[in-house]
């Protein structure tokens, strides 16, 4: 017996053919995108803006290029610490500097890709081997939760010249202060369980059509709302969020004007 397989069409042609489930995934995604493109930027040291501006060129014409009828693209919490870090090693201590620094660094490796692709050497690859590939990205989990766990209790680790901490090792070591007054901020830590209990209770719903709406969706809805409820302090207004996410450091990729 044959099997059959729909593969979706190319163009405008496949557009009409899946057009509601086009829709109702690209709506959801965009719910789930747009805060975490923002998130990811200013963890990664970038103006949050920036985030957005990626993930819509990244949405709108990646699409037309990347030779595939089916691709998935999205901001990736997993480049917050490689990016992050190039910008903090670059720019020397000038974040200003080091994005930019960074962002030229960025397209240099999208031109080797696009090289590499020309060129069909895409098999290269193989030589890394999967070990070495797994080491990096729990590492780059270990970075990750060394840092997030101290904003989980509410602590914004310093140095002792009053910077802020961003050396793995010197997080992992502060953890022992951080647990050590883990009631210090309750507000804080009743808003991020909370947040984590959503996170990993809501694909355990059974309920297929409550399963279709993203988990940190639902967190941005719940957690909000609780942290002012809890008066948790240094919550910005909503005026003063959006005015940072759309001038705080930002500055346009291409200046035509003269000194």
């Given at each position: 017996?044959?099997?059959?397989?729909?593969?979706?069409?190319?163009?405008?042609?496949?557009?009409?053919?899946?057009?509601?489930?086009d829709a109702?995934?690209?709506?959801?995604?965009?719910?789930?995108a747009l805060p975490l493109s923002l998130g990811i930027a200013g963890a990664s040291d970038f103006t949050p803006i920036y985030g957005l501006i990626?993930?819509?060129?990244?949405?709108?014409?990646?699409s037309f290029i990347a030779g595939s009828p089916l691709t998935i693209k999205g901001p990736a919490a997993g480049l917050i610490?490689?990016?992050?870090?190039?910008?903090?090693?670059?720019?020397?201590?000038?974040?200003?500097?080091?994005?930019?620094?960074?962002l030229g660094a960025v397209v240099v490796a999208g031109?080797?890709?696009?090289?590499?692709?020309?060129?069909?050497l895409g098999s290269l690859a193989d030589f890394f081997p999967l070990s070495a590939v797994h080491g990096m990205l729990a590492a780059i989990g270990i970075i990750i939760i060394s840092k997030q766990l101290h904003i989980l209790l509410g602590f914004?680790?310093?140095?002792?010249?009053?910077?802020?901490?961003?050396?793995?090792?010197?997080?992992?070591?502060?953890?022992?202060?951080?647990?050590?007054?883990?009631f210090k901020h309750k507000d804080v830590v009743i808003v991020g369980l909370v947040s984590l209990g959503i996170v990993f209770g809501w694909p355990m719903i059974p309920i297929?059509?409550?399963?279709?709406?993203?988990?940190?969706?639902?967190?941005?809805?719940?957690?909000?709302?609780?942290?002012?409820?809890?008066?948790?302090e240094n919550i910005p207004d909503v005026k003063d969020a959006a005015g940072a996410v759309i001038t705080k450091g930002y500055q346009p990729l291409l200046n035509f004007k003269k000194d």
């Open positions: 017996m044959k099997k059959h397989h729909n593969i979706p069409k190319d163009g405008f042609e496949g557009l009409k053919q899946n057009f509601s489930s109702v995934s690209g709506f959801l995604v965009f719910l789930l990626t993930a819509m060129i990244g949405g709108l014409f990646v610490v490689i990016v992050a870090g190039a910008v903090a090693e670059l720019g020397k201590g000038d974040n200003d500097l080091g994005w930019k620094l960074a031109v080797i890709q696009v090289l590499f692709g020309i060129l069909k914004n680790p310093v140095t002792p010249e009053g910077k802020p901490m961003v050396e793995p090792l010197e997080l992992l070591m502060e953890l022992k202060n951080t647990f050590a007054n883990f297929k059509a409550v399963k279709k709406i993203p988990s940190a969706l639902v967190v941005l809805i719940v957690a909000i709302p609780l942290a002012m409820f809890l008066h948790v």
